[in-house]
């Protein structure tokens, strides 16, 4: 349920903050909390960094969009956020199969570990 909370908590967040301030503000707390329940802590790692990418693009504030819109100044803000919903239906999936099979984001860090 932890880990639950934590995507909803970064998902809330994203929508409203940019990306170093939602890790200065919640890597504290949830770093040690989660690897005190045996997490790992490149797999949270990895989990914490596609939430914010997802944040970022997420309405109504989604930070990365309105950059997006500025540089196609010809192109309503409606169309723009449109246009987001295919890749952001692809992290979502992403994200899913990260949380459900940790192995897959994990295998190439521990084939270079050793």
């Given at each position: 349920t932890m880990l639950f909370v934590l995507i909803a908590f970064y998902l809330?967040?994203?929508m409203f903050m940019e990306?170093?301030?939602m890790m200065i503000l919640t890597l504290?707390?949830?770093f040690p909390l989660l690897t005190g329940l045996g997490y790992d802590p490149v797999w949270l790692g990895i989990i914490t960094i596609?939430?914010?990418?997802?944040?970022?693009?997420?309405?109504p504030v989604g930070l990365n969009v309105f950059v997006i819109n500025s540089l196609a100044k010809d192109v309503p803000m409606l169309d723009t956020f449109r246009g987001v919903v295919p890749f952001?239906?692809?992290d979502v999936v992403r994200l899913t199969l990260?949380?459900?099979?940790p192995a897959v984001s994990l295998f190439i860090p521990r084939w270079l570990a050793g």
């Open positions: 809330i967040l994203g990306a170093f301030a504290p707390l949830f596609q939430l914010i990418s997802i944040g970022l693009v997420t309405p952001l239906i692809s990260i949380v459900a099979l």
